[in-house]
């Protein structure tokens, strides 16, 4: 019923900056907290950043002072943007969201996750 399209990764050097973003498409109420995740070869997937809807952030520890997470609700969009990129960052990012579905029958929440998006940061 939705779906997330992440854009904005790709190549850069040591020190350089992406800009992600993850728009929301499909038929759905609203939409509550949205996050980025981010998974190395075998490593856990871990919390990058995350944002309410009413704007309150989280951040990861190693990425706090260089990465902001941003949201447009009215384009359903949430973007992270990422300075001082170190080889370290290098991964796949997703993005999640937690989409909410109304009807006559009343309301429920349900996650959906992004196909990811590769960020590559050379030394």
């Known amino acids: 019923q939705v779906q997330l399209v992440e854009s904005g990764g790709g190549l850069v050097q040591t020190g350089g900056s992406l800009r992600l973003s993850c728009a929301a498409s499909g038929s759905f109420s609203s939409i509550n907290d949205m996050a980025w995740y981010r998974q190395a070869p075998g490593k856990q997937r871990e919390l990058v950043a995350a944002?309410?809807?009413?704007?309150?952030?989280n951040y990861a520890d190693s990425v706090k002072g260089r990465f902001t997470i941003s949201r447009d609700n009215a384009k359903n969009t949430v973007y992270l943007q990422m300075n001082s990129l170190k080889p370290e960052d290098t991964t796949v990012y997703y993005c999640?969201?937690?989409?909410?579905?109304?009807?006559?029958?009343?309301?429920?929440?349900?996650?959906?996750w992004g196909q990811g998006t590769q960020v590559t940061v050379s030394s």
């Open positions: 999640t969201a937690d989409i909410v579905y109304c009807s006559g029958y009343g309301c429920y929440t349900l996650g959906s």
């Open positions: 944002i309410t809807s009413g704007g309150d952030t």
